[in-house]
Structure formats: C-alpha cells, structure tokens
C-alpha cells in the first residue's frame, strides 16, 4: 500500500537552533513531494515542493527540504527555529501517473520553545 | 488570504438535519477538492473535481453528496450524518489536477454532529 509516514507526533526545539520534522514515503514511480503548514484555525498552507532536478529545495519562511531517493525521505528543515514556526507540519506525496492521488502523512506538530 | 473562502467557518447539526458547505477559490485554478480531517489521522481525501467534472470519489458515504457547479464554486451537500462525521472539512484548489501543482486550502468548516 502506498502511504507517507511522519514519526515523530511532536518535535520539541529550543528557538535559534536547527530543526528538522522527518517524512518518508512508500509509492511507486516518481512522486511529487510537498511541504505544508497548519496554524491553528487555518487550512494548510503550502511550504514547498519537489519535482525534479535538486535535491535540496528551498521554501518559504526559510524552510527547505531534502529529497533522498535511496531513502524515500524527504525531511523538512530550517537552519535557526523561531516560535512562531510552532504549528502542525504535514508532508504530502502525490504520484503522477494515471490517475493522480495525494497522500499526506498524519502531521508532526513542531513546538519552538522561547 | 489563500483565495480559498469556506463557508460556514463553524456548523452544528443533528443527525436529521440537512446543511451544506461552500467553497469558493478565486485563484482561477481548474481542480478543487474536499478533504476531511479528524485528529491523529491523515489527511483524507474525499472527493475532486477537475474542469466541474468529478474525477475521484474516495468512498465516501452517500451521506456525503458533493455538488460543483463551476470551477470556481464547490459544495458538500450533507444529511443524516453520524456523530463520526464530526471533524474539520477543507476545501483546496490547484491549477491543474496533474499532481505536481500545490495545492491551496480554505480556512476549513469544523462540523460537530449531535
């Protein structure tokens, strides 16, 4: 079965530090791979993508993520926390052939500490 | 501020009662979609719509009828539900249905069923 898998429920950082929220994939092909971001009472917001070329992608608010084919991971990360990063992460995969479909994992809620 | 507007932000209905839900994007995109979430699951995908044409049903009860009469407006027709449909429904939007385009999602309607 194809599915996207995010260990970690909750990611505890102190602000100023690195941080990293860790996704892996099971899926055939090639999948696009996403980034998003949930405030509370919002919807999610996109961070950023990879779809070919790179490994290393650039997002916003100074997040980026590495794409590891021999892996299957594509983990999130941001060089320096702050504490208005705290929010729930979701990584999402979508696979481009035949018919689309877009699989998210369950989210890991990221808490920067002051 | 997603150009994705979801209307009501908020809903409590019996399980006799019949309500809709409104989505509405302003992006010009041509896919729009209906995800349910519910606390420590994935992400569900309920249904697509590309170009008002119904591409994808994820097995979604009939008590779920989701209507789209044009590629700006979306709807989610419900009646008698059960309690376990309680949960938050967004809606998103893509330019394209071809899997590598982001999507962006409305601020949610967090339905309650007693």
């Known amino acids: 079965a194809q599915s996207v898998a995010q260990p970690e429920d909750q990611v505890n950082v102190a602000e100023g530090n690195p941080l990293t929220v860790k996704c892996t994939y099971s899926?055939?092909?090639?999948?696009?791979l996403f980034w998003y971001v949930q405030y509370p009472n919002r919807g999610l917001q996109f961070l950023l993508k990879?779809?070919?070329?790179?490994?290393l992608v650039k997002g916003s608010y100074g997040f980026e993520a590495e794409f590891n084919k021999s892996q299957t991971s594509f983990h999130l990360k941001k060089p320096s926390a702050l504490v208005s990063d705290s929010a729930l992460y979701f990584c999402?995969?979508?696979?481009?052939?035949?018919?689309?479909?877009?699989?998210f994992g369950t989210g890991t809620r990221l808490k920067v500490l002051a | 501020e997603t150009g994705v507007t979801q209307t009501p932000r908020h809903l409590v209905m019996g399980m006799t009662n019949k309500k809709s839900l409104k989505c509405e994007q302003h992006?010009?995109?041509?896919?729009m979609y209906w995800y349910k979430q519910s606390a420590k699951k994935p992400l569900e995908l309920m249904f697509v719509y590309n170009f008002k044409e119904q591409t994808e049903n994820n097995s979604v009860p009939s008590r779920f009828s989701p209507e789209c009469p044009n590629s700006s407006h979306l709807f989610l027709h419900l009646h008698t539900l059960q309690p376990e449909d309680s949960a938050l429904y967004l809606c998103?939007?893509?330019?394209?249905?071809?899997?590598?385009?982001?999507?962006?999602f409305g601020p949610g309607t967090r339905l309650t069923v007693t």
């Open positions: 899926v055939s092909g090639n999948p696009y």
């Open positions: 990879y779809i070919t070329g790179d490994n």
């Open positions: 998103a939007s893509s330019q394209q249905r071809t899997g590598s385009y982001e999507q962006y």
């Open positions: 992006l010009g995109h041509n896919a």
């Open positions: 999402a995969v979508s696979i481009p052939e035949g018919t689309y479909k877009y699989i």
